[in-house]
């Protein structure tokens, strides 16, 4: 399903140039899901950008599926994006201007395949139904990230990516939308992988894999 | 177009839930397109009006045959040039006061008239009468539909049928009523000529006339061209100004939509489709506004012809229809105009969501970094339009080069206000002493990029109002102190005919108390094509003594008297190159120029000889009123006698007072339209630093959150709020007071030069400049009191949300 081959990446930085990936290798199948842990600025959120083609690459290629996302346009990567990748961030990303239904159906609209009672199974496994009309500021951190989650998993995508998704909420919230979060996977059989700092949660997917140094251990 | 269609709903989202900021896009594209398309609504009236007078002088490819002297010939040249086979056509003009009003009486022989000056009433001589019933008693008249309405029930003039290509004030009636109107029996203004038809020179020197071409006609047209430029430089500023708060509004909207960019463009649309949204989403605002802007434009043109109307009747002598009429063009313009704003004012926001990469998106701290990237750029920028306005100042020598150096002042101190202002508070930073002091700075110079468009568009309003008051005020006082030497006589009194008018000459300077009588004539010619009149003086001590001179030779008057040297206008001097010791040649030999003196008011140049030799060498001139000198305190019994021994009609004598009075109303007329200009700017300044406010509420929140939750109450966080938008609107108004002054002397030395040929005196007002700085505190103590409340009032829990945002 996803197949990483010597993906490189650095930056120009004043004090010369930063190389955060130095050749990495990874492989995933369908309805796997895996940890990447490190230390901070270790390249995880580097590594995550890089897989949904928001980060462009030095070197070696990206592959999803058989497509090399790395050799795509702008305009092909935003499609292939739109419909076989879903995101999650640390700080949600939801439109304030729109309502939490609005923001689920969003990517789905955008793809032009809206599965009314996929979205409508999402939101009542993420108890979200008493909130379909109100606006993320009305939501508290834990009901902002779980209609995110919600949004990512509207399309039922090939590959789901995770930035720090508990991040920003207290221990037992994290645990319950990591929870209900994975339950959804399994029932979407996506790939699966989740940039997080906290051990506990990288237990609960089936690998963990750590990133130091540019390379994977 | 689903994926276009959802993003764009998705970008409209941002609008539903801040319909403010939506109000401030739509308001400020509105007025600036209202006040463009309100001043084009007018010049295109105006210049419709002269399109009709031109083409009844004798239209696009009619010739005019005029005498070389003088400003009328007898009829028998036309008899004459007729019996020779000439295809020329007679045309009397003069004018007469209607109820006080002048009315220009223009009579014609349509039978001969060349097909091309024919009114359109006459062309079709079928169900309205036509050419019969204007031949025959009772001798039907034309005249523009307003006209007619203006003379209804008047029985002295013949009867009048409306023609809606006329102009305004004018009637055109057969050339015999006509010679009889204007008591002109046996003479013709004019002659017309069929296109394409030689003749010989000799015949024209024969009869002492000139053969002009229609281009050499287009005098008024050019002289009230600088008018309308200058209407079009107004309105341009207060659409720019209009900008300023559309692109504040458009570049707060893209700041607090990143993220939404961001999620979109993680969502699969391309940097392409988000760009093609954000243009459509431009177009639709940019139409929303245009319609609005252009129902507005009307109603400021309907609200400003008038005085408009009287201007131009003041300045050049010209009629402009009272009415507006809504032309197509004028539409399609006006909405281009809107398009043209809203894209020059978010092609930066959309160049920036094309180029700016997906994670970039997401740091508004990024952003920033450009703005003040932008400020150097700025300050540099501001620096080449000093250079620039420099430059156009020395080498250009044209309105448009004086309106270019205008507009590069003005672009310099809009791009280097922000940095101007950001390094005065920088300095302050550095002696404040106190905690909340510093803060107060401190914050001030954090809001600066979010306030700096708004403060820029008051900066422009505030400096157009110092130049142009500075400019009327210097004006004014000017033309007061003129009109007081120049309307000297106590009394101005005109006969009815000529005879009339020689025995009031001797009456009056047989009366015990007239210590002098001031007899005048004047005439009419063309000078390298600038239309000019020679007027007469007399030895007597007033002219001496008197007439306002700003530069002569010594001895000027004694020259001017001994009939080989003549006085010029300021006017004259400036378009004929013209200074003293220099030669003027009226026809009639050189004379040498001995005298400059200021003719403010007056369209035409003016050339002033000793009466005997006016007299002399244009027998044709016509009188002017003869000024009588003598006690002020016996105008009253001056008059009764006069009375008594004469009957003037009333409109044709007036005293001293009144007359000063009629051009004190003039003057202050003709400004009318650019003080309400003025104050519409000032408006639009205000509406921008009033939505610029309010749309940086929510952000503002963040700033103040962390002070009141260090123990300063929302109160006390409010006062100091409108402290600061006061402290910026005064150090902005500091900003405008010398960039006014630059502007006033650019308008006094260059612009006027060029448009009207006459400088003024730069005369500074800092009691003008205290008001305004007081109506800008106060104006943006208005602007910020919505604001302010809305602080005042801001819950706890909605200050607290800022730290739960924040974790």
Redesign the interface.
Known sequence: MLQITDVRKSYATPVGTLEVLRGIDLELGAGETLALTGESGSGKSTLM?AL?G??EIDGGTIAIDQTVISALS??E???????R?G?V?Q?F??????TVV?NVR??A????RLDAGWIDHLIEALGLESMRAR?P?QLS?GQQQRAAIA?ALALRPDLVLADEPTG?LDAETGDLVMEVFLNLVRETQCAFVMVTHNRRLAGMLQRTTRLAGGRLE | M??TF??LA?LA??W???PIQLAAVLVGLALATALWSGVQAINAEARASYAKATGLLGGPDVDVLRPRQGTSMPQSVFVDLRRAGHLVSPVVEGAIAVDGQRLRILGIEPVSMPSAATPEALSDDGENGGVPAFLSPPWEALAAPETVRRLVGDTALPPRRADRSLPPDLLITDIGVAQRLLDSEGLISRLLLEPGIELPQSMLDLHGLERVPPAERGAVIGLTDSFHLNLTAFAFLAFAVGLLIVRAAVGLALEQRL??F????????????LTVAVFLEVVVLALTAGVVGLALGYAVAAVLLPDVSGSLRGLYGVAVSGTLTLAPEWVLSGLAMSFAGAFAAAGSALWAVYRLP??AAARPDAWRAAQATEMRRSLGAAAGFVVLGGLLYVLGDSLLAGFATMACALLAAALALPALLDGALRVLQRVARGALLEWTIADMRQQLPGLSLALVALLLALSANIGVNTMVGGFRETFLSWLDQRLAAEIYVRGATEAQAQAIDDWAAQQPDVREVLPGRIADTILDGVPIEIRSAVDRDTYRRDWPLIAAEPGAWTALFGGEAAMISEQTSVRLSLDLGDTVDLGTGPLTVVGLYADYGNPKGQVMVPLSRLEQDFPDARRLGTGVRLDPAGVGAFLTRLEAAFEVPPDNVIDQVSLKRLSRETFERTFAVTAALNVLTLLVASVALFTSLLTLFDRRLASLAPIWALGISRRRLAALEMIKTLALAAMTALVAVPLGLVLAWLLVAVINVKAFGWRLPLIAYPDQWLTLGILSIGVAGLASILPILRLSRTAPSQLL?VF?NA?
């Not at chain 1, 990567?77 to 419909?83: E, K, Q, Y």
């Not at chain 2, 961001?262 to 489709?273: D, I, K, N």
Request: aromatic share 8%.
């Open positions: 950008h949904a928001l980060e702008d305009r990567l935003a499609a292939f994006r739109r419909d990748i995101i961030f700080q990303n939801l439109v304030p201007s729109l609005q969003l990517q609209r955008l793809s032009g606006y500021e951190g949004r920003n | 689903t994926r959802w993003t998705t989202s941002y539903r839930r801040n993220a939404m961001r999620t979109l463009r993680t969502c699969g649309v391309s940097a392409r489709r997906v994670l949300k739960a974790r």
